[in-house]
């Protein structure tokens, strides 16, 4: 990257709170690889719930796009988590707590030209924070009415996502980076954005943040395949419902520099970069594998979890 781009991200970055950098993944190079993995997966997925019954098809004569679409819009929420790159919060964990880690989705996590990026914001000590999602949204004429409420899957009400870690994360400069693989339209659910809310501190979060909190401009931001946006945690943000009749297919990834509070402790991160310990650098996808999987024991030791939302006991004016 050369030293007007570094400048004009920087600058956009600390003006809007959030800024998108086009074409930072290649289509095929980076992001194929995450839609065959997802293929793979699905066809496992599709094959197990067919045989146990909870599946009235494999639908495995269509094309991943299409197959997604028909499947994850009729799946449960305990079968939604099978696709995502990070535990769910639950209860009570178990060793078959699913979590999908695999090289293709390490690979995106670690893209060279996304981290160039992110330490142009955050520096160069990079932890890949794990508050981290894979959200394919299907068409919302794909759920059934009776389906029950799952936010990986519909509109995201407004929110903060400082609103969303624990609060000894506060002081952390978590970066969110959240990357395109399909195109992101407002037909189909791409984010919005308010340009400038960074600067307005943590506002009360009720279901989402109250509209007098946010009476200011709002941007859709639609993106190309293979294009990042990148936004400060304090960036009031949301998204809007696929309307259209195909997937949404996107990763939302946090980085927070190396030694802070990453917001959620339960959950593993690593070392993405760092130019101190570069030694520290985790470059093996089935080491990332086995951090979760460590975490996970971990919590099944635990026994009963209690993942508290910060805004428990919220002021209740703020929420009329
Ligand atoms: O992808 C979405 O719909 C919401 C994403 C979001 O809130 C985030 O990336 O922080
Ligand atoms: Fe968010």
Redesign the pocket.
């Known amino acids: 990257m050369n030293e007007q781009t570094a400048t004009v991200i920087r600058e956009e970055f600390d003006r809007n709170g959030f800024v998108v950098v086009a074409n930072l993944l290649d289509d095929t190079l980076d992001l194929q690889p995450v839609f065959d993995d997802y293929a793979a997966l699905l066809d496992r997925l599709t094959t197990r719930w067919h045989a146990e019954g909870t599946l009235p098809s494999t639908y495995g004569d269509l094309s991943f796009r299409r197959r997604a679409a028909a499947v994850i819009g009729q799946i449960s929420n305990e079968q939604v988590a099978h696709l995502d790159i990070s535990l769910p919060k639950v209860a009570v964990y178990s060793e078959e707590t699913p979590v999908h880690t695999s090289e293709a989705t390490f690979k995106l996590l670690t893209h060279p030209r996304l981290l160039d990026v992110v330490e142009l914001l955050i520096g160069p000590e990079i932890y890949s924070n794990p508050i981290q999602h894979a ?1 394919i ?1 299907p068409p919302e004429t794909a759920r059934p009415a009776e389906a029950p409420g799952n936010g990986y899957l519909e509109a ?1 009400p407004w ?1 903060q ?1 400082q609103g969303v870690i624990t609060t000894d994360a506060d002081e952390t400069d978590i970066l ?1 980076v ?1 990357i395109a693989v399909t195109d992101a339209t407002e037909e189909n ?1 791409c ?1 919005c954005m308010i340009p400038g809310s960074h600067r307005e501190g943590l506002a009360p979060h009720c279901f989402e943040i109250p509209a007098k909190f946010r009476e200011k401009f709002v941007t859709p931001v639609p993106m190309k395949a293979g294009s990042a946006l990148f936004f400060h945690r304090l960036t009031k ?1 949301s ?1 809007l419902p696929n309307q259209s009749d195909d997937i949404r297919f ?1 990763f ?1 990834l946090r980085y927070s520099p190396v030694g802070m509070p990453t917001g959620r402790d339960e959950f593993p991160g690593f070392v993405a970069r760092s130019r101190q310990h570069p030694e520290k650098v985790l470059t093996d996808h089935r080491q990332w594998t086995a951090l979760w999987h460590d975490a996970r024991s971990h919590l099944v030791s635990r026994g009963q979890m209690d993942f508290r939302s910060r805004w428990r006991g919220v002021n209740q004016p703020d929420c009329a």
């Open positions: 959200r949204k995201t929110h996502d969110s959240w659910g984010l943000h998204s996107s939302d």
